[in-house]
């Protein structure tokens, strides 16, 4: 479905990903494992479309959203970003409907324990619920790329288990699905685990 070939890129001149090669296949879901600032969620937005690499190949190359990285997602990518980025002005439920492009979504709330939240808008609920409503966010309109930077982030346990739950679901549907993690559980659920180098530093 998407192959990446040593994808590199730094801001500013400081490395923030050294070349990778990533390739994603229909139906698996893979995890990218590694230290804080090696460089996963450089990658995550590469292999969605929101930055272009310094260098490497994409194949193939993803359009770009038209909309901004913190304001959704285009049709066939569900992305859920850590930052959640809900849109503030809308209930849970709008939100899916906006990203589906029409109403529905009602099972992914009430699989995700937030059907009695439908109607309440992302600040009358907590991080955590705002999280899973950002999942099924991703997943309302069934796409073929699944993207999710620490889904799991601000559950608990049990939680978190739905939110697995769910992504192995479109996995098993037949979306490509990559989630950068630190959470042992994602691991576990994973068929494939990337693990990135450790933090990259400038030359010298």
Do not use: C
């Amino acid at each position: 479905m998407l192959s990446l070939r040593g994808v590199r890129k730094s801001y500013g001149g400081t490395p923030a990903l050294r070349p990778v090669d990533l390739d994603l296949v229909a139906g698996e879901l893979v995890v990218l494992t590694g230290p804080s600032g090696s460089g996963k969620s450089t990658l995550l937005m590469i292999a969605g479309g929101w930055e272009t690499p310094d260098g490497g190949e994409i194949v193939p190359r993803p359009p770009l959203p038209e909309v901004p990285v913190d304001r959704m997602s285009w049709r066939d990518l569900g992305f859920v970003p850590q930052s959640i980025s809900l849109f503030e002005e809308l209930t849970l439920a709008d939100n899916l409907a906006l990203a589906r492009g029409g109403p529905g979504g009602a099972e992914l709330l009430e699989a995700l324990e937030l059907g009695h939240l439908a109607a309440r808008r992302p600040g009358e609920v907590s991080r955590g619920e705002q999280q899973r409503a950002a999942v099924a966010r991703a997943l309302v309109a069934a796409p073929s790329l699944v993207i999710a930077d620490e889904p799991t982030s601000h559950q608990d346990h049990r939680r978190a288990r739905l939110v697995l739950d769910l992504l192995r679901a479109a996995a098993v549907r037949g979306a490509a699905v990559l989630i950068a993690s630190h959470d042992a559980a994602v691991v576990s659920r994973a068929d494939r685990e990337i693990r990135l180098d450790a933090p990259a530093v400038a030359p010298g």
